[in-house]
C-alpha cells in the first residue's frame, strides 16, 4: 500500500512565525509532490509543487523535498491568521497511472 | 472563466436510494478523478478516468459506480450498496495524465448525508 504520512498536529504558531510541515512517503517511485490548503468546509487549493530535490520557493511559501529520505515539507514564513487552515500533502507514485495519494493533513492555526 | 462544477452542493439520500452526483469541466482535462473525505481520514480515491469511455476502481470503489461518455463529465452513483455513505465528495481534473507536476484541479465538492 502506497502511503504518505504527515505530522498529525494540530500545529500552533504565533502570527509571525514560520510554520513547518512534514510529510514522508513509501513509494520510491514517486516523482512528484503537491502542497494543498483546504479551508473547513471548502475544497483543496493548490498551493505549491515539487518534483526535484531541494527547496522551492513561491513567496511565503518554501517547498522542500528529499528523495533519499523520502521527505516532503512545507515553510510558511511570516504566518498569517489567514494560513489557519489543513494543508495536505499529497504525492504521484511511479506507473503510468497518474493518481495522487493524499496525507490525512495537518490542521494549522495561527494565533494573532 | 474555466472551472470544475459539482452539484448539488448538499445532498440527502435515504436508506436504501441510490444517489447521483454530477461533476461537468471546461478546462478540457483528459484526467477526471472522484474522491471521498471523511474526518480525520485524508481524501481517498473513488474512481479514476483518463480517457472517455475509460475509468478504472480506486481504493474505495465499492458500493460506487460511475460512466465517462463525455471528456467534460464524469458522474458518480453512489449506491445502496455503499453502506456508510455520509462524506465530503469532491471531483478534480488534470490537464494530462502524462504530466507528473500538474496538480488536480477540485471542485467546491458535494456534501453527502444519509437520513
Known amino acids: ?112 | 472563466d474555466g472551472g470544475i462544477t459539482q452539484s448539488p452542493k448538499y445532498l440527502f439520500r435515504k436508506e436504501g436510494q441510490n444517489v447521483t452526483l454530477s461533476c461537468e469541466q471546461n478546462l478540457n482535462h483528459d484526467a477526471m478523478y472522484w474522491y471521498r473525505q471523511d474526518p480525520g481520514q485524508g481524501l481517498r480515491l473513488i474512481y479514476y478516468s483518463q480517457i472517455v469511455n475509460d475509468f478504472q476502481k480506486g481504493d474505495i470503489a465499492e458500493g460506487y459506480s460511475v460512466s465517462r461518455e463525455k471528456k467534460e463529465s464524469f458522474p458518480l452513483t453512489v449506491t445502496s450498496a455503499q453502506k456508510n455513505p455520509t462524506a465530503f465528495y469532491l471531483c478534480a481534473s488534470k490537464e494530462s495524465s502524462g504530466q507528473l507536476n500538474y496538480g488536480y484541479t477540485f471542485g467546491s465538492g458535494t456534501r453527502l448525508t444519509v437520513v
Request: aromatic content about 10%; overall charge neutral; glycine content about 10%.
Open chain 1, 1 to 112: 500500500q502506497k502511503e504518505v504520512e504527515q505530522n498529525s498536529g494540530p500545529l500552533s504558531v504565533p502570527e509571525g512565525a514560520i510554520a513547518s510541515l512534514n510529510c514522508t512517503y513509501s513509494d520510491r517511485g514517486s516523482q512528484s509532490f503537491f502542497w494543498y490548503r483546504q479551508y473547513s468546509g471548502k475544497s483543496p487549493e493548490l498551493i505549491m509543487s515539487i518534483y526535484s530535490n531541494g527547496d522551492k520557493e513561491d513567496g511565503r511559501f518554501t517547498a522542500q523535498l528529499n528523495k533519499a529520505s523520502q521527505y516532503v515539507s512545507l515553510l510558511i514564513r511570516d504566518s498569517q491568521p489567514s494560513d489557519s487552515a489543513t494543508y495536505l500533502c499529497a504525492g504521484v507514485g511511479g506507473g503510468s497511472n497518474y493518481k495522487l495519494t493524499f496525507g490525512k493533513g495537518t490542521l494549522l492555526t495561527v494565533n494573532p
